[in-house]
T-cell receptor, first 112, second 112 residues
Framework: DVKVTQSSRYLVKRTGEKVFLECVQD?????MFWYRQDPGLGLRLIYF???????EKGDIPEGYSVSREKKERFSLILESASTNQTSMYLC???????????FGNGTRLTVT | GQQLNQSPQSMFIQEGEDVSMNCTSS?????WLWYKQDPGEGPVLLIA?????ELTSNGRLTAQFGITRKDSFLNISASIPSDVGIYFC????????????FGKGTKLSVKP
């Protein structure tokens, strides 16, 4: 079974802090994604990566950056956290078009 | 942009009843995925569909890829209390890894 592991289940950070959300997958998948999930808005794509050191903006990249130095690891960075970035963050990985997207358990981030 | 309309938004059913939910769009999709999300957890894949007309079962769950490629439905037979959660559809269109969009979810509550 594919395993996507997010390093933290819950995080509480202060406004202005730099925040790192880490995600690791164990199936050698090429593609990795970061989404945020908010009530009433569903899942929104922040960034995705289709290879090491490659990244593409999703629908809501503002205020975020990403890093993919190794194939198995995709990090989401909030350079200066703001309260409107309080949300559930979901990482996912994907092999190819004929295989499904697999999610991690999520990180619930609260910015105070 | 592309949109998925998932309905119903929420439903209350009696234990033992059958449940049906669907996703529709004006766009054509290559893949349909159905997920379930429990509170505080990441979405878990239930069923993946890759061909128009495909009908796939997973235990009490059955999903179909619409012939027009613009819709998909998920049925749950003989619902039980642990079926409670939010069910999401996701559709993949086009040739880019970022072209996966999600429905807003159907919240299922079961009366024991």
């Amino acid at each position: 079974d594919v395993k996507v592991t997010q390093s933290s289940r819950y995080l509480v950070k202060r406004t202005g802090e730099k925040v790192f959300l880490e995600c690791v997958q164990d199936m050698d998948h090429e593609n990795m994604f970061w989404y945020r999930q908010d009530p009433g808005l569903g899942l929104r794509l922040i960034y995705f990566s289709y290879d090491v050191k490659m990244k593409e903006k999703g629908d809501i990249p503002e205020g975020y950056s990403v890093s993919r130095e190794k194939k198995e690891r995709f990090s989401l960075i909030l350079e200066s956290a703001s309260t409107n970035q309080t949300s559930m963050y979901l990482c996912a990985s994907w092999d190819s078009y004929n295989s499904p997207l697999h999610f991690g358990n999520g990180t619930r981030l609260t910015v105070t | 942009g592309q949109q998925l309309n998932q309905s119903p938004q929420s439903m209350f059913i009696q234990e033992g009843e059958d449940v049906s939910m669907n996703c529709t769009s004006s766009s054509i999709f290559n893949t349909w995925l159905w997920y379930k999300q429990d509170p505080g957890e990441g979405p878990v894949l239930l069923i993946a569909l890759y061909k128009a007309g495909e009908l796939t079962s997973n235990g009490r769950l059955t999903a179909q890829f619409g012939i027009t490629r613009k819709d998909s439905f998920l049925n749950i037979s003989a619902s039980i209390p642990s079926d409670v959660g939010i069910y999401f559809c996701a559709g993949l269109y086009g040739g880019s890894q970022g072209n996966l969009i999600f429905g807003k979810g159907t919240k299922l509550s079961v009366k024991p």
